[in-house]
């Protein structure tokens, strides 16, 4: 059946793009459609009109000296498969690896993903711990944020209306010699594939030469109203190698970082058990590093 | 009544235009718009898989994608795996292999091996990962995965 | 030679006759079937589980452009009932609601969006009364009350046997109390149907379904037409397993108001949530165990009681008990047995046929209880299994009838485990790597085939053979294909008795006017009734087809045989002609070239007040063993490999039989670990493929098969049924294969994460984080969300 909108744009500029949603009431943009889609159908999002982002050229990744940019209608399989992503940023390779399945990830976009705001965005908790910044442009210019603060509410981000994310810009990890930096993402669920998290955990740590911990950061989905730094946790671990003791005080100290709730995936309980695994065997692949 | 969209693409090798409404979904202008009825609607919110078509060679669930964006663009629906009135390699070994029971995921799975075989995939791990998307309530999967894999193995020896 | 062991298709891989139209997609299904002037149908339904109906207002829904009827229970025709048995179930509620999801007004309008935004528009006044969810609870004094008639719907029994002394000559007594969930059937085709009317006079329905004389009988009831003024059709159906037994005559009741009210086509296709709110599930029950065992590892009594929880309306209830209330204790020889099984009215969801019919539950529970008691023995499952199963000289089985030889149970046990190297992986100390811990797992099962004795009077099924007069044969049955099959059985069948290749067989789909009523194609039953319908049919026909072989080849009559396309004389293959000059020539000479069929099953004696004498004609029984690994710290269950044995008596077409298997284990492993129905006060929260988790194909262990052949039991050329065996022992074996691994008792299915960590308790590492801690509700993330 038909989603319920009165009109489709279909602007081929960016600034065509940003005039329409500025002007428009009841404009939204869609690109992957496939959070919103579903959700229009259901009347849980309402747009009059629709601008399909998908002729604006926010299809694509580009590197410069220091980081790289992944525009906002990148399909997760391509973020997925694409060499420097995979190697400079595994975390957010791996979670773009496992949002739904493939059909969804060959339609899905990684602006989408966060536009939509679930606290369950997949590569919402890398993101937090690769240090991204999103470009956000409306007509009246552009502006950058940082990850930490588009998050505001489940369903609710920090874009203005009429704004667009462009792209997503990923620092890349400085690290010093004798050092390693270990990225990892962790997804539970129930079934093997397709599934929305339980429990999702991203971090990344350098590893000194003589075993210590710098630089740690962690974050989590779908344990609180929006992905979230483990700041507890983190401080924990700064400057200390992951010995049993100090894995169990920081398995400790993530409990209060995440505010999990009992919903119809899993109860809280669960989930404080599942993020306390999560980050313990991530502590341990640090440790084998 | 709002204005209908154009949408002009490339459809089974074909090139079609249409006059939709702007909320249709591409699954609709496929069924009833092209009177393509081989592509299924199982559920409508693209989690099993039974409205799957290739969009520029990728596999994408039909039901979540705006018709209007796929103006400019290629589709193959199941009824355009064949060549020359002949079946895919793939619809060949899921009949000879009893991959098909009540029939109603399989032009989904028949559209994604498609595409996990234009890949030239051979793992059976990777088969399964990326045909978890396309749900199948009958068979178990494993005459389906079976199928995948011998479609794939005779797509490597002609290869040669 | 028996006709069996002549050569030809029996047993063999040929190409299913249905398959290539589906692959290529050129299949119709009911959403597929369009018809000019048509017009799309809508539901407005409840979304609370208990409420009196003050009004229903349909004045905004009738203003939507392009609707052409808004219907209530007034406007019903003929009778407002539905429910294949008892008369407690509306068509469309008059004062009250009794589950989220009955039905409140028809819609029918010119397109889908209009039909469905003007049933979101129908305003029931619906003033909301308490409601009761648990079946247990539910037999309590003082306890509202879903019916007038009371809560308890009825009690089946089993009792046989001195408890008394048995109780007294046992060691070891295990008391254990399991929640078995309930599951939705997810059958990939929604349900959905076409109502095409003539008039008021007739309609023909065509629809997806295990069933259309159920259809039939509901269709005209609505309407208050004769049986012979409604026709239905069955379409190619995409899936079933119980799911589209007697639900589908819902709908179709529905549409069939709708187009005798407008006089035009009706189709109505569910959406997915509606259809997984609204339609039947397998029964969540609670089942209490008292089981006891003596010293020398044989089982001397067994108690069981068990509550089913039947929903708001009776529909297959009763059925569903009386098979679960035999079934109780499994395939083992027991003495004293006492079974109470309790048909239970709440507000949840619509307890009804899926593949199992209650044994499923019942099986998983005896089968935990098998295991508990072995290792309170310290015993091995599979050598305490040994001990107990029934065999040739015990065969008494539950009820106390004498199961049929052979009885293949010790022979499924050995073969399963041979395949599963049972042996061998027990000899060694498990794999233990990090969290995961492997464990090995049995279920056993004894299926009765087919109808019970209390449905006898359903049991029958009919067929007709028409002779074309090119050779080709056209074959009807009344038992339906939903993908299990019956099509490639019934052409095998047909082709095997007349000697001709598969590809001259065209099967087609049932129509209750070319066919007798052949009951549901349920209980295992459709290559079985079938089969031996159309063997008689082709028996009939050969009354006339013979002696015109027969005078082609020269010999006598009873001296033609019919093989590989050819009528031979027996003992002299050279003499013959083909099949289709003899169909030529019958038709030639205006010789009746059609012959009808029929078969019902043995009548037999049951005592229903004590459960007593012989349920089942005959029985298969299949054992099947899982290995599973299991991430203990994050309660993730994985099975590796499943092993399967199963009693089939003669295999009629491998594909299918192993596709059944194949289909069955991953439907049982669903079940048994991620599919859970999470119900808040009869509403069901996760009403889709987003967070009802079925397999997929990542999900699919590795299976082997073994099949066990034998004869003497009645079925078309010796065959049994395969399409419940194969899901019953899954579940149970993945169960028993967990706690192997953790070496805990798990009560509950499905065996999901947070219940394998809850069954860990302090064993869990990280369990000291949660001791004493509170949890805090958050209203935000209540509800169900789907993102990606």
Known sequence: MDVPVREVFRPSSLPEALAVLSERPGARPIAGGTDLMVQLRDGRAHAAALVDLGRLGLDLVLESESELEIGAATRMDRIAAEPRIRSLFPALAAAASQVGAWPIQCRATLGGNLANASPAADTAPPLLVEGALLKVASSAGTRRLAIEEFFLAPGRSALAPGELILSVVLPFPGTDAGARTVERFAKVGARREQVISLVSLAGRAVVGADGTLSEVRLALGSVAPTPVRARHAERVLAGRAPAPEVRREAAAALQQDIAPIDDVRAPARYRRLAAAVLLDRFLEEAARA | MPEPVRVTLTLNGERRTFHVPPGRRLLDMLREDAGLTGTKEGCGSGECGTCTVLLDGSPVTSCLVLAASVDGHDVVTVEGLSRAGRLHPLQEALVSLGGIQCGFCTPGIAVTGAAVLARHENAPAEHARLLSGNLCRCTGYTKVLGALKAAATAGEENRG | ?788
């Open chain 3, 1 to 788: 030679m028996a006709e069996g062991a002549r050569p030809g298709p029996l047993g063999g891989r040929h190409e299913r006759p249905d398959a290539r139209a589906k692959v290529a997609g050129s299949t119709r299904y009911v959403a597929d079937l369009a018809l000019p002037g048509m017009l799309h149908a809508a539901l407005a339904v409840s979304k609370v589980p208990s409420a009196r109906v003050a009004g229903i207002e349909l004045a905004a829904a009738r203003a939507v452009e392009g609707v052409e009827a808004v219907l209530t229970a007034a406007d019903i025709p003929g009778k407002n009932l539905v429910g294949v048995i008892f008369e407690d179930q509306p068509l469309l509620v008059e004062d009250r609601v009794r589950m989220v999801g009955d039905r409140l007004a028809l819609v029918a309008a010119r397109t889908p969006e209009a039909a469905w935004d003007a049933a979101r528009l129908v305003r029931g006044r619906l003033e909301p009364l308490p409601s009761v969810h648990d079946p247990v609870a539910a037999l309590e004094a003082g306890t509202t009350r879903v019916h007038d008639t009371g809560n308890l719907v009825r009690t089946f029994r089993v009792v046989r046997g001195d408890l008394e002394r048995a109780h007294a000559r046992a060691a070891v007594v295990v008391e254990a109390e399991y929640h078995v969930g309930g599951q939705e059937h997810a059958y990939l085709e929604p349900q959905g149907c076409l109502a095409i009317p003539e008039g008021r006079d007739r309609i023909t329905i065509i629809t997806s379904c295990q069933c259309p004389f159920y259809v039939q009988q509901a269709v005209a009831r609505v309407l208050g037409l004769s049986l012979a003024a409604v026709r239905v059709e069955q379409a190619p159906t995409g899936g079933g397993f119980g799911g589209k037994e007697d639900y589908p005559s819902e709908p179709a009741a529905c549409a069939a108001v709708l187009a005798f009210a407008t006089g035009k086509p009706v189709r109505l296709v569910l959406p997915r949530e509606l259809d997984m709110q609204a339609s039947t599930k397998r029964h969540a029950v609670v089942v209490r165990h008292r089981w006891g065992a003596g010293r020398d590892g044989k089982l001397r009594f067994a108690e069981v009681e068990t509550f089913m929880d039947a929903g708001a309306y009776i529909g297959l209830s009763t059925v569903v008990a009386e098979r679960a209330n035999v079934s109780s204790i499994g395939p083992y020889d027991v003495g004293a047995v006492r079974v109470a099984t309790h048909v239970v009215y709440t507000n949840n969801l619509f307890g009804g046929a899926f593949r199992g019919f209650g044994q499923p539950q019942v099986s998983w529970a005896a089968e935990a209880t098998m295991d508990t008691l072995a290792r309170a023995l310290a015993l091995d499952p599979l050598e305490f299994r040994r001990r107990n199963v029934l065999d040739g000289r015990r065969r008494r089985m539950c009820t106390g009838q004498l199961l049929p030889r052979p009885v293949l149970a010790r022979e499924c046990l050995d073969r399963a485990a041979e395949l599963a190297g049972w042996e061998g992986f027990h000899a060694k100390p498990r794999a233990a790597s990090g969290a995961r811990r492997e464990g090995m797992g049995i279920g056993l099962v004894l299926y009765g085939c087919n109808l019970h004795h209390g449905g006898q009077r359903l049991d029958r099924s009919s067929a007709v053979v028409i002779l074309q007069p090119d050779g080709s044969v056209v074959v009807r049955v009344g038992l339906t294909e939903m993908g299990q099959g019956n099509l490639a059985a019934c052409q095998t069948i047909a082709a095997q008795a007349l000697g001709v290749d598969p590809s001259a067989v065209q099967v087609w789909q049932p129509d209750t006017t070319t066919v007798a009523d052949s009951g549901p194609t349920v209980a295992s039953r459709g290559a079985h009734m079938s089969g031996l319908a159309i063997l008689d049919a082709v028996n009939r026909l050969r009354t006339r087809l013979d002696p015109i072989a027969a005078e082609l080849l020269g010999c006598a009559r009873d001296l033609v045989e019919l093989s590989n396309g050819f009528a031979s004389v027996r003992g002299e293959p050279g003499r013959r002609v083909s099949v289709a000059s003899v169909a030529t020539e019958m038709a030639a000479r205006r010789i009746e070239g059609i012959a009808t069929g029929w078969h019902r099953s043995k009548a037999r004696a049951f005592d229903a007040e004590t459960g007593t004498g012989a349920p089942y004609e005959f029985y298969a029984i299949a054992c099947q063993i899982a290995r599973v690994s299991v991430d203990e710290e994050l309660g993730i269950v994985r099975v590796q490999e499943v092993s399967a044995a199963h009693d089939v008596g003669r295999v009629i077409h491998r594909d299918a039989l192993e596709g059944q298997i194949e289909g069955g284990i991953v439907q049982g492993i669903g079940w048994a670990t991620t599919e859970e129905l999470k119900l808040d006060a009869g509403r069901l929260a996760n009403p889709n493929f987003t967070d009802y988790l079925i397999p997929t194909a990542a999900d699919a262990p590795r299976i082997k098969i073994a099949v066990v052949e034998s004869d003497g039991a009645g079925g078309p050329f010796g065959a049994k049924g395969v399409g419940e065996p194969s899901l019953i022992p899954a579940a149970a074996a993945v169960r028993n294969a967990v706690c192997e691994a953790l070496d805990v008792e798990i009560r509950r299915l499905p065996l999901s994460p947070p219940t394998v960590v809850e069954a860990l308790g302090e064993r869990h590492p990280f369990a000291w984080l949660i001791a004493g801690r509170k949890e805090e509700e958050h209203a935000g993330l209540a509800t169900a969300d789907r993102e990606r």
